[in-house]
């Protein structure tokens, strides 16, 4: 079956070009889909103005941007922060200064909407950029915004700037959900950090939140990373009692814990303790 060619597939190809700097099949692309009828949008041409900011061709990227601007496209605050960052990279202050002046009127979109674009977009650059800005400022206010930079961070691997966004929204007052602990208990996890992601379970439980089963386990496997098998067993022995926990889950999890430790007898253990009490009908 061929797939649908729109604007998303076309933004979704310029970016991966964009990601080997093949700037000139990117802005191809923008040629092609104009041809065909489809009309870029702004993640279209942010993504083309920072392929060329990023290949060394700052000339081609302003050029592109005052060709926007005159012919009546709407400038965006994604538009904007997109040139703003591809100033900042070669040290064009002023440049930058006099867009972000720019960026005061007031028929822009607010500077949390870009964040969710960007980030959807996979922008990590100008994601980063206008979230700190943002928050310096204090206009991060929707959770949401923070929840959107924690995944987009843990998408690309990038686990410390996860923590920072974590901790700001601690700052901030906030109370993540579900998936964005799960998202940053991995960060830690990745880097090695057992002990302020034992701190993090610890605290979000003892405020209130209600754990996923996926929670609980992905805890379990950070215990016995980090070989801290007599808290893995008391917290087995404690999630066992819990009527909301899938019991069959809990003990392949456990089990699978103590089979990669080459903990065998243990693994032994737990599947036969699973049998006996059989887990395995439920």
Wanted: charged content about 25%; proline content about 2%.
């Amino acid at each position: 079956m061929d797939v649908e060619q729109n604007v998303v597939t076309y933004n979704t190809m310029i970016r991966i070009y964009g990601k080997s700097l093949e700037h000139e099949k990117a802005t191809n692309l923008v040629q092609e889909m104009q041809k065909r009828g489809i009309q870029p949008n702004a993640i279209t041409y942010s993504t083309i103005i920072s392929i060329w900011g990023r290949a060394g061709k700052l000339d081609r990227a302003a050029m592109l941007f005052q060709k926007l601007r005159s012919s009546g496209v709407e400038i965006d605050q994604v538009l904007y922060q997109t040139m703003i960052v591809s100033y900042e990279r070669v040290g064009l202050v002023a440049h930058a200064k006099r867009l972000l002046h720019e960026l005061k009127r007031p028929d822009n979109i607010p500077r949390e909407t870009a964040i969710t674009i960007l980030a959807g977009a996979g922008r990590v650059e100008e994601a980063t950029w206008v979230f700190r800005q943002a928050f310096e400022a204090g206009e991060v206010k929707d959770i949401s915004v923070f929840g959107c930079m924690i995944e987009l961070y843990s998408r690309n691997r990038k686990y410390a700037n996860c923590i920072e966004v974590f901790e700001n929204m601690r700052v901030a007052g906030y109370f993540p959900a579900s998936l964005v602990i799960g998202l940053v208990l991995n960060a830690y996890g990745k880097l090695r950090e057992f002990e302020k992601a034992d701190a993090v379970y610890r605290e979000m439980q003892e405020e209130g939140c209600v754990f996923s089963d996926e929670i609980h386990f992905q805890m379990l496997s950070l215990y016995g990373a980090r070989k801290d098998f007599k808290t893995v067993e008391a917290m087995f022995e404690r999630l066992v009692c819990d009527p909301n926990i899938n019991k069959k889950e809990l003990h392949l999890v456990v089990a699978g814990i103590y089979e990669r430790s080459n903990r065998l007898n243990d693994s032994y253990r737990i599947m036969n303790r699973m049998n006996e009490s059989r887990v395995l009908k439920s």
